[in-house]
């Protein structure tokens, strides 16, 4: 389930993706199953976001998001960065959500006739539906990494 460097390389952004997780700890209790949650690639999956081994989603992510596995998903007819028409189905591990922005907005409380120099403020914070995807390469690097430390072989590795 892990894409070679060729199929990295015919992503792009705009790309239906599926996460499995606990947002905000949501989940079945009763069959103790995981939320699915859909989103897009919100930057060239082929492409390192400001020069680190992520790309961004377009998707609800909320805490408890955080280590959910990032899938391609792709069922019917889909197009490889616009060039190729293929038909079937395509899914691959791209990585897992680690952080989401959030947009803060400060506002002011004042009191009236209470003479003071310091006014409390409020700072709220909204997501702004924009996560973070490490790479399935991070995933693979720190995996081969631990194995190493413990004195153990990785076998091969995908790109």
Same mark, same amino acid.
């Given at each position: 389930?892990?894409? %070679? ?10 790309? !239906? $993706? $599926? #996460? ?8 079945? +209790? =009763? ?5 699915? *949650? ?11 976001? @400001?020069? +680190?081994?992520?790309?961004? /989603? !377009?998707? %609800?992510? #909320? ?7 990032? #899938? /391609? ?7 490889? *960065?616009? +060039?190729?028409?293929?038909?079937? =189905? ?5 990585? /897992? /959500? ?13 009191? +009236? @006739? ?11 914070? @909204? ?9 399935? *390469?991070?995933? $693979? @690097? =720190?995996?081969?990494?631990?194995? *190493? $430390? ?5 076998? %091969?590795?995908? %790109?």
């Amino acid at each position: 389930m892990f894409p %070679s460097a060729d199929a990295f390389g015919q992503m792009d952004s705009i790309e !239906d $993706l $599926l #996460f499995i997780g606990y947002p905000n700890g949501v989940y079945d +209790k =009763t069959n103790n199953l995981p939320i699915v *949650r859909r989103g897009l690639a919100a930057t060239p999956i082929h492409l390192d976001y @400001e020069g +680190k081994p992520v790309f961004l /989603i !377009d998707a %609800s992510v #909320f805490p408890g998001s955080s280590g959910s596995p990032v #899938f /391609i998903y792709n069922s019917g007819v889909w197009s490889d *960065r616009g +060039k190729v028409t293929v038909a079937g =189905t395509r899914v691959y591990l791209l990585g /897992i /959500i680690a952080s989401v922005f959030f947009r803060e907005s400060d506002g002011s409380i004042t009191f +009236k @006739e209470i003479p003071s120099s310091m006014r409390p403020v409020v700072t709220t914070q @909204e997501m702004i539906d924009l996560g973070v995807v490490y790479k399935v *390469r991070t995933i $693979l @690097e =720190t995996i081969e990494h631990l194995l *190493r $430390l413990h004195g153990e072989n990785s076998n %091969s590795s995908p %790109s």
